[in-house]
């Protein structure tokens, strides 16, 4: 049976697996949906149609599952599906889709989402992800595996940022980051790869080599991109991590892709 503190209140309707914890003063919505080993520490509030995954932890004032801070949002009936193993701190924030979007807000798992951090309406957020103390994300926003967000960084709406990338601590993002790209800067830029956090994780020092010469053939000054993308294909076509590099950018995009400084090195 779950596990709920007297003092909290679980709507009726609301789904809860064995092994839940629920602790002092949260609140929990009739939608809510907390799967098999989650746990609320205390103060915690959940609402709207809400689904966490087994063995997330959520820390005390934070919020998830409320209306989204979009204008347009009429009320619709979205969703926020968070997956397993997260651990989510004090005042973070993550809000539904709209029909504007998704209809669905979806965070992945094995993530960690530290202190007033902020997902917004009908982001799409892969597994691993760290994001930072008061990191957020506009709407729209695409995040993939593995990627961190230092503190305070600010992602725009619709931004897309690649597996495996690094932005920097109080970084502005406009533009849509490489996978296993590192950017930096009051208005980000490209600074190189995410070269440490690939060799934490396991890149063959082959695959390092070939993305760090496909990443300045990319990104030189000579020809054209279109003509540049086709040469790094013809020359790194059997190379994974490239291959990803490529379909990213070739990929439809709201934003435009973030490019280096003058002077930049991978």
């Known amino acids: 049976m779950p596990d709920i503190h007297p003092t ?47 063995q997330t932890k959520i820390f005390p004032f934070a919020s998830l599952g409320h209306p989204p801070q979009d204008l347009k949002y009429k009320g619709e009936r979205s969703e926020l599906i968070v997956g397993s193993h997260n651990v989510i701190r004090e005042h973070a924030t993550m809000n539904p889709g709209t029909a ?81 790209g590192s950017v930096m800067g009051d208005r980000a830029r490209l600074s190189g790869l995410n070269t440490i956090g690939l060799k934490r994780r396991g890149f063959s020092r082959k695959d390092i080599h070939d993305l760090r010469t496909a990443y300045r053939l990319l990104f030189a000054q000579e020809g054209t991109m279109a003509e540049r993308l086709e040469d790094v294909a013809n020359l790194y076509g059997k190379s994974k991590p490239v291959i990803d590099l490529l379909e990213f950018i070739r990929s439809d995009s709201a934003r435009a892709i973030c490019q280096p400084k003058a002077d930049h090195a991978a």
């Not at 609301?14 to 949260?26: E, Q």
């Open 8 to 54: 909290a209140i679980v709507e009726p309707g609301a789904r809860l697996a064995p092994g839940v914890k629920i602790g002092p003063y949260c609140v929990v919505g009739a939608e809510v949906e907390l799967d098999e080993g989650v746990e609320l520490l205390s103060h915690v509030v959940i609402a709207g149609r809400t689904k966490i995954g087994a």
């Open 100 to 180: 504007h979007g998704k209809m669905l807000t979806r965070v992945g798992s094995h993530g960690l989402f530290m202190v007033a951090t902020h997902i917004a309406h009908d982001c799409q957020v892969g597994d691993h992800v760290v994001m930072a103390n008061n990191a957020t994300l506009g709407g729209h926003v695409q995040v993939g595996d593995y990627a961190i967000l230092g503190g305070l960084a600010a992602v725009h709406q619709f931004v897309r940022i690649g597996p495996h990338a690094m932005i920097g601590g109080m970084s502005g993002v406009e533009s849509d980051v490489i996978p296993y």
